[in-house]
């Protein structure tokens, strides 16, 4: 079997202890003397474990009370799995470098830590590590009796110390030394009656995350799943300690260890042929003797994949889940015949571990296929064995349920961002922005650029108004080397719209575009220049360097096209129209010169065609409308002969007399052919 040892309290010990009959682990507690709650207390049980140190028969009282020194110290512990490592207390107590429990410290002393103040005074003292301080204050405080003395002996001794990042951080690399697989959890970060945090374990909490995930281990913080319990659901003495999970909100944890950190393990394990296959099938059968036969189809129909030897055992498990499901309905449809009452949350849960994901979502939604109010940690639960079962639309639409039902469903809403990212769904239409704001705070840079890379990137929920302009430049940087400058600016522009910014103003977003730019202007066609230009310019049309390089090809492409027209060559003519089309600058001189040399040419019809296109951007160009009056003649269009005879008789001035005469001739003639 999988093996675990935890170096805890009862909130690690207690779901695993659970876990040994629902999850075919075992704990390998050999050598472990007990509950700890320091860095330092699991640095210690550590090394004891291995056989590094000794405790004193004097101080063992101070550190375990369930086990006899003599006893465990003959035990060999043979190194498990994974170790389970809880870091729930910034207190490290010490007699003579060995660390102790606060619990059974007070407990040895009641009456001594009895007075509040004196308690203070005590640790005021301890605190300096000064031992003549401590013993002068227990002197005074603690030795009218021969009793009190003995007891001030040992008090004498201690030393208190607080947990820093730096002295964290060094204990926390010497676990992960020490042991050859280690998983940490943190204080479950409860609050009191009157709505706030504990300060101090608040801060503990953060500094347990923050060193964990800085070393590169895995972490687990109760913190998020006591929320979508319920804190007086997931915590026993609710108003007191706020120290105890009930066993419901146990075994959930448990659940989340599997899925997290054991099963993944024990898979990897397996493929590659470091533990033997038993271990599998331990937690396999455990899952279906529990009815987790979604979890243990999902998990063999990955290992499936990597190896046939999987195949029967699969096939195995697939026939009880069959017949499981077939029960489930049974039962189901007896209650409906018997009109007897449902339990809504524990069917729903039920069918979604059976893989009948379907069914749970009928059972969880209403005539208008509206989700039915359900507690957020059964609605994450199916959606998180839908996720792993490959069934997207029912973990999306579970998830969805859960974040719009709930303000606590963080992880569902991690659910949805994980499915964003592998599978493109778009959210932005599906939840109110402050749901989708949870998504999105979900995201990371990472993961939004591996989604980006496809061309049906969601980009509306992949980029939010809270993302940072460094991390949108980084992604920017990185999705334009991989498609192109043309998707990243788009998604610069989606970010500025966002903000309703008139331009992009942060100084790395201005360098990456200035970047673009440049490298767009060192292109040698033309064409290509134009149209990465234009790309860029979708970020910002404001962006001095684009504007500069877009009116410099403009200037460029005038040239070209004037110098063709004037040549009367077609073909130069013809081939810069694609230029002219990519560059998204109005150029109406470009369909006059097209005219003009289609005109010298004798095509009047197609001189008529590109004439009145530039008509249509110049209306009150002379010569333009010169130019559509002869064409007009020539292929006898009264009509437009006489409108563009009207304009350039209404736009003639002394400079164009000739012009105008010529315009009122047309009139005369087509008088009097009426």
């Known amino acids: 079997m999988f093996t675990v040892t935890p170096i805890g309290s009862c909130r690690i010990a207690t779901p695993l202890r659970l876990g040994q009959s629902t999850r075919g682990i075992r704990l390998n507690l050999n050598r472990s003397y007990g509950y700890c709650h320091s860095p330092a207390e699991a640095v210690q049980l550590a090394r004891f474990l291995r056989g590094e140190m000794t405790i004193s028969a004097d101080v063992w009282p101070l550190v375990s009370r369930s086990h006899q020194l003599a006893t465990l110290s003959s035990e060999i512990h043979v190194p498990s799995g994974l170790y389970v490592i809880e870091l729930a207390s910034a207190k490290e107590l010490t007699i003579d470098g060995v660390s102790i429990q606060l619990n059974y410290l007070k407990s040895t002393y009641p009456d001594f830590f009895a007075d509040p103040d004196r308690m203070q005074a005590f640790w005021d003292a301890a605190q300096t590590g000064d031992r003549a301080r401590t013993t002068a204050f227990l002197d005074k405080a603690w030795s009218a009796t021969d009793a009190q003395r003995a007891d001030s002996a040992v008090l004498s001794r201690i030393t208190l110390n607080y947990v820093t990042p730096d002295s964290l951080a060094q204990d926390i690399q010497t676990l992960g030394r020490l042991l050859p697989d280690v998983m940490f959890v943190s204080h479950v970060n409860a609050r009191k009656p009157d709505g706030q945090t504990i300060k101090s374990r608040a801060s503990l909490v953060t500094m347990v995350s923050d060193g964990v995930r800085d070393a590169g281990f895995d972490l687990y913080d109760p913190t998020q799943l006591m929320a979508e319990f319920g804190q007086p659901a997931a915590i026993e003495d609710d108003s007191t300690s706020l120290a105890h999970f009930t066993t419901p909100f146990s075994t959930a944890v448990m659940d989340d260890w599997m899925a997290r950190f054991i099963a993944p393990r024990t898979d990897a394990a397996v493929a590659s042929g470091t533990v033997p296959a038993e271990t599998l099938r331990a937690q396999i059968d455990a899952a279906c003797t529990a009815g987790h036969f979604a979890e243990a189809t999902s998990r063999l129909s990955a290992l499936s994949t990597r190896t046939e030897e999987y195949r029967p055992f699969g096939k195995k498990v697939h026939r009880a889940q069959k017949a499981a499901q077939a029960v489930f309905h049974k039962d189901l449809s007896a209650k409906a015949a018997s009109a007897k009452s449902l339990d809504m949350a524990n069917s729903v849960q039920t069918a979604g571990r059976l893989g009948l994901f379907e069914t749970a979502r009928l059972l969880a939604t209403d005539a208008e296929d509206r989700f039915v109010a359900l507690p957020c940690h059964i609605l994450t639960d199916v959606a998180l064995r839908a996720e792993a079962a490959g069934d997207i639309a029912s973990a999306a639409q579970f998830a969805i349920a859960a974040c719009r039902q709930h303000d606590t469903a963080d992880r569902a809403a991690q659910v949805l961002a994980d499915l964003v990212v592998a599978q493109q769904i778009d959210l932005s239409d599906r939840l109110e922005p402050t749901k989708l704001a949870k998504v999105q705070s979900c995201l990371s840079v990472a993961g939004i650029e591996a989604a980006l890379t496809h061309a049906d990137a969601p980009i509306k929920t992949l980029i939010s108004s809270h993302l940072s302009a460094t991390d949108l430049t980084k992604i920017a940087a990185g999705l334009a080397e991989k498609r192109g400058v043309n998707a990243a600016a788009h998604i610069l522009a989606h970010w500025r719209d966002l903000h309703d910014m008139p331009r992009l103003r942060d100084k790395g977003v201005i360098a990456l575009l200035d970047a673009w730019t440049n490298q767009a202007t060192q292109l040698q066609r033309p064409l290509d220049r134009i149209r990465a230009l234009i790309a860029i310019q979708q970020a910002d049309p404001r962006h001095k360097a684009v504007r500069e390089a877009l009116r410099t090809a403009k200037i460029d492409l005038a040239t070209r096209y004037r110098a063709a027209g004037k040549a009367r060559d ?90 105008r005469a010529q315009a009122e001739a047309v009139q005369r003639k087509l008088l009097a052919e009426v």
């Open 570 to 659: 077609w073909a130069a003519l013809s081939a810069l129209a694609a230029e002219v089309q990519a560059i998204a600058i109005p150029l109406p001189e470009y369909d006059l010169w097209r005219a003009r040399v289609q005109f010298d040419d004798g095509d009047f019809a197609r001189a008529i065609a590109y004439g009145c296109a530039a008509a249509e951007q110049m209306p009150d160009r002379i010569n333009v409308w010169v130019l559509l009056m002869r064409a007009a003649v020539k292929t006898g269009d009264s009509s437009l002969a006489a409108r563009s005879a009207d304009r350039v008789i209404a736009l003639s001035d002394e400079a164009t007399e000739k012009l």
